[in-house]
């Protein structure tokens, strides 16, 4: 089996990591390692992390381990978790984030076969999530032709949730680095790698399921602040390689922003 790296970073997420660490060991046709970086956590994050690593000491398929960041922030984290990380493959999973349990299998195959560097999956917002549905689909029988390769949307929106990606970390080499960003830190790095002509892919299959709401940055109060940051990190790569039409792109996000947050929500969980 692959050996995949999944990476998760922690702020006081006692309630949730449990829940995270299950749902990476529940992950089919792989074999894990798990790197948690701790981000300055002042609740029990770190001694249920603890208690997992030592539960899980012996597993020949899953291992756990413990990271403690001295640089706060969420790209210091994320950098600081990667130089650990002796993987090809990294998967990103937030704390309260899921996935189902082939997605990590379906997107490795997906990566071998289009050479991609980067590939990311639907995101499902409705709860309960099904976590071992049945897809219809698997190992050697995947619906090829849903994935997109994503380059050329990427200056117009984030086509990939964080959580959704695997990485090919000896395909991206040193270009693999989050900018040191307080927000949109993926969305600063999806750029990056499109200009340094990186494939990146996208799978609409519903495969990785989100808490809509809880910590959701384009759905909390500072929206519009989101916003304006997003539209701002756009609009840096477009004028510095001058592809000044994908300016008018931008437009929407903004008019969405101003929108109620009910009803916002309401929207998306109808069109996910």
């Known amino acids: 089996m692959i050996k995949v790296a999944i990476l998760t970073t922690v702020r006081n997420e006692e309630a949730n990591i449990g829940n995270c660490i299950f749902n990476v060991i529940q992950q089919e046709g792989i074999s894990t390692v798990h790197y948690i970086v701790d981000d300055g956590s ?54 309260d984030d899921s996935w189902h349990v082939n997605k990590s299998a379906i997107q490795l195959e997906l990566m071998q076969k289009f050479d991609l560097s980067v590939v990311g999956t639907g995101v499902e917002f409705r709860e309960p999530f099904e976590t071992t549905r049945d897809l219809g689909y698997g190992h050697g029988n995947l619906p090829l032709h849903h994935l997109k390769i994503v380059n050329d949307n990427i200056l117009r929106y984030n086509p990939l949730a964080h959580s959704s990606v695997i990485i090919d970390a000896y395909l991206l080499k040193e270009s693999l680095i989050y900018p040191d960003r307080k927000s949109q830190v993926d969305y600063g790095l999806w750029l990056s790698l499109y200009f340094k002509g990186f494939r990146i892919g996208h799978f609409p299959d519903k495969l990785c399921f989100r808490k809509i709401g809880r910590g959701q940055s384009f759905e909390s109060r500072n929206h519009l602040k989101y916003a304006y940051n997003s539209v701002k990190l756009q609009w840096k790569y477009i004028f510095l390689h001058k592809k000044f039409l994908y300016c008018f792109y931008s437009m929407p996000r903004i008019i969405w922003a101003v929108m109620p947050q009910s009803f916002r929500i309401s929207l998306r969980k109808k069109w996910r």
């Open 42 to 95: 002042t609740d029990n994050t770190i001694e249920v992390v603890t208690n997992y690593v030592e539960r899980y000491a012996d597993d020949p398929n899953h291992s756990i381990i413990l990271l403690c960041n001295t640089n706060p922030g969420r790209a210091n984290a994320l950098n600081f978790g990667i130089t650990h990380i002796k993987e090809r493959y990294i998967a990103i999973l937030d704390a």
